[in-house]
């Protein structure tokens, strides 16, 4: 190499280069499973709201404000791909695939972040306008709770006329999931009309499309505009179910399959809130409007932390607020920005597993909020 440029670019690295603007910067994930390892090692149980304040200062109450829903011209859609491409670069768009994580560091179903385009866009069957959906999965439950009914808030909430007889594009639907029939019901009821890939060609023209951002982005943050979806989902979930109120509500995974996380001894704490006259509730046992009902009237919630807690986003913000008893190791990030946005109270019991003599803590836990030992 030329010595004289290898002087001069030296020269001009150590005359340039500037120190980092955030030399100190924290992964705010990372922050918070060290955050939440010291209240395990405590082994006590914690007030929630105390909890819940350890995640302030890393991630903000509000993730988005305001979502928009954003319109692209000229853009093709490929089955499989979890997002549109730009009509004339081939470029996947921003906002048409749903990512996690602070700064969209996953991108869970792109497949593709550009295409090559071997002929004009135009070329291509096309739908001169259509709303893209880039999540509708709900194979797991928690995850269409929450990133599904992200992107649903303008059905939910705004109910645009531009929205009335559009095509819908499915990012990821499967015809067999049970979920996507409330999906169906929610686009019909706006004269929305779903189209599944089967009956689509191997390449779409849409001449306009409608992609809404999302209200929620797992692991980066939720939104009040998230709630208020929930809140809507729940009422039109609910229509004429009605619950009788219910004291005490024990959340149960004691019922679910083997695949799942299951809790050792909890059946032996169950059998001891039942004497003490708790109702011991397996959720995935009850229709979607059931489980609405009896969240909704339920004075004290316990359990273990999983999927199920996810429908307390059906309770409206004016509602009357449950008291929480959450127990678990590790509760999800997610969860604990939820129950942070809708100020929760309650305790937290940090344990790996369940026993019996767990109940009586609980019963001291709603009885006198000030007691934790």
């Given at each position: 190499?030329?010595?004289?440029?290898?002087?001069?670019?030296?020269?001009?690295?150590?005359?340039?280069?500037?120190?980092?603007?955030?030399?100190?910067?924290?992964?705010?994930?990372?922050?918070?499973?060290?955050?939440?390892?010291?209240?395990?090692?405590?082994?006590?149980?914690?007030?929630?709201?105390?909890?819940?304040?350890?995640?302030?200062?890393?991630?903000?109450?509000?993730?988005?404000?305001?979502?928009?829903?954003?319109?692209?011209?000229?853009?093709?859609?490929?089955?499989?791909?979890?997002?549109?491409?730009?009509?004339?670069?081939?470029?996947?768009?921003?906002?048409?695939?749903?990512?996690?994580?602070?700064?969209?560091?996953?991108?869970p179903q792109q497949t593709?972040?550009?295409?090559?385009?071997?002929?004009?866009?135009?070329?291509?069957?096309?739908?001169?306008?259509?709303?893209?959906?880039?999540?509708?999965?709900?194979?797991?439950?928690?995850?269409?709770?929450?990133?599904?009914?992200?992107?649903?808030?303008?059905?939910?909430?705004?109910?645009?006329?531009?929205?009335?007889?559009?095509?819908?594009?499915?990012?990821?639907?499967?015809?067999?999931?049970?979920?996507?029939?409330?999906?169906?019901?929610?686009?019909?009821?706006?004269?929305?009309?779903?189209?599944?890939?089967?009956?689509?060609?191997?390449?779409?023209?849409?001449?306009?499309?409608?992609?809404?951002?999302?209200?929620?982005?797992?692991?980066?943050?939720?939104?009040?505009?998230?709630?208020?979806?929930?809140?809507?989902?729940?009422?039109?979930?609910?229509?004429?179910?009605?619950?009788?109120?219910?004291?005490?509500?024990?959340?149960?995974?004691?019922?679910?399959?083997?695949?799942?996380?299951?809790?050792?001894?909890?059946?032996?704490?169950?059998?001891?809130?039942?004497?003490?006259?708790?109702?011991?509730?397996?959720?995935?046992?009850?229709?979607?409007?059931?489980?609405?009902?009896?969240?909704?009237?339920?004075?004290?919630?316990?359990?273990?932390?999983?999927?199920?807690?996810?429908?307390?986003?059906?309770?409206?913000?004016?509602?009357?607020?449950?008291?929480l008893v959450l127990l678990?190791?590790?509760?999800?990030?997610?969860?604990?920005?939820?129950?942070?946005l809708q100020r929760f109270?309650?305790?937290?019991?940090?344990?790996?597993?369940?026993?019996?003599?767990?109940?009586?803590?609980?019963?001291?836990?709603?009885?006198?909020?000030?007691?934790?030992?």
């Open positions: 190499m030329n010595e004289q440029l290898r002087a001069d670019s030296k020269l001009a690295a150590a005359s340039w280069l500037r120190d980092p603007l955030q030399p100190d910067a924290v992964d705010p994930l990372a922050e918070w499973f060290r955050l939440h390892a010291e209240v395990a090692a405590v082994a006590k149980p914690i007030p929630l709201p105390q909890l819940l304040g350890k995640l302030d200062g890393l991630y903000p109450d509000e993730w988005v404000a305001e979502p928009q829903l954003l319109e692209f011209r000229d853009v093709l859609w490929l089955p499989g791909c979890g997002c549109l491409f730009h009509g004339g670069n081939g470029r996947a768009l921003p906002w048409s695939a749903f990512s996690r994580f602070p700064r969209q560091r996953q991108l593709r972040h550009r295409i090559e385009l071997s002929r004009p866009v135009q070329s291509f069957q096309r739908l001169e306008r259509a709303l893209w959906l880039p999540r509708v999965d709900g194979s797991v439950f928690g995850e269409w709770l929450t990133e599904v009914v992200a992107f649903l808030w303008p059905f939910l909430l705004t109910s645009p006329q531009e929205l009335t007889g559009l095509p819908v594009l499915l990012g990821d639907a499967d015809p067999e999931d049970p979920l996507l029939a409330e999906l169906h019901r929610l686009m019909r009821d706006q004269h929305a009309v779903p189209l599944l890939n089967e009956h689509l060609p191997p390449a779409l023209h849409l001449q306009t499309v409608l992609v809404p951002q999302p209200s929620l982005r797992l692991h980066a943050g939720t939104s009040a505009v998230w709630w208020r979806s929930a809140v809507a989902l729940g009422d039109r979930l609910l229509a004429d179910v009605e619950a009788e109120p219910v004291e005490k509500l024990y959340l149960s995974r004691s019922a679910l399959p083997d695949d799942k996380r299951l809790i050792t001894g909890e059946v032996e704490l169950e059998q001891a809130l039942e004497a003490s006259g708790w109702t011991i509730w397996h959720p995935q046992q009850h229709p979607l409007q059931v489980q609405v009902a009896a969240l909704r009237a339920a004075r004290v919630i316990a359990g273990f932390h999983g999927a199920a807690w996810h429908g307390l986003g059906w309770i409206d913000a004016d509602a009357p607020k449950p008291w678990g190791d590790r509760p999800s990030l997610d969860l604990m920005l939820q129950l942070r109270e309650g305790w937290f019991v940090p344990c790996e597993a369940a026993t019996a003599d767990q109940a009586q803590l609980l019963e001291r836990l709603i009885s006198d909020p000030a007691a934790s030992d």
